[in-house]
């Protein structure tokens, strides 16, 4: 490959970006990615850790030892997921070389976008500007694109909300339960 002058060779590590999206790699796999919405990180990361915090110290001493441990296991579950949600790589699609057009074989689609052979099942994301493997959706809730990288984790978060609310919905319930009696 050296006598090739078309083909230059790169392995990112380290921090760089790619499109709107900010990633650190080693030896050019990317370990985290965060998105252009990352206001949106912020503020539900800090959402979230303050919903602990409440839950330490007001709605556990409220609540059956069994009840707290649940409780503690639910709410820390909805944080946890979020931070490995949110910092994940989603499937970002990128080439250690940079491509020509005519480098191109029939049959291949190049985005015009990030200039990368375009996969199956992949899109490119007009919010992040890069295009992402097994493409679902770009949430601004998680501030960046889920695909096929991060919708396990995704989906993990989706089930920890659901399991703090009805967690919540049963403390409410205790509560009232106790003031009328």
Known sequence: MEG????????PSGFFQ??????????????????????????????????NIFFIFIMAPKVPIELQYIGLFIYLSAFISYLVLALKDPGIIFNFWEINLEEV??????????????EKGSEHCYDCQVCIRG?????PISGKCIGSGNLISFYAFLMSVLCSVMYLAMWVFIRIKEIRS
């Open 4 to 11: 090739h002058s078309k083909i230059q060779i790169k392995k």
């Open 18 to 51: 790619l499109g709107n999206t900010h990633c650190l790699a080693i030896q050019g796999k990317i370990y985290i990615s965060i998105g252009p919405d990352w206001g949106y990180n912020l503020c539900l990361g800090t959402i979230l850790l303050g919903v």
């Open 105 to 118: 074989q029939s049959g291949q689609r190049l985005c015009k976008g990030c200039s990368v052979i375009i």
């Open 135 to 139: 493409y679902d959706h770009h949430c």
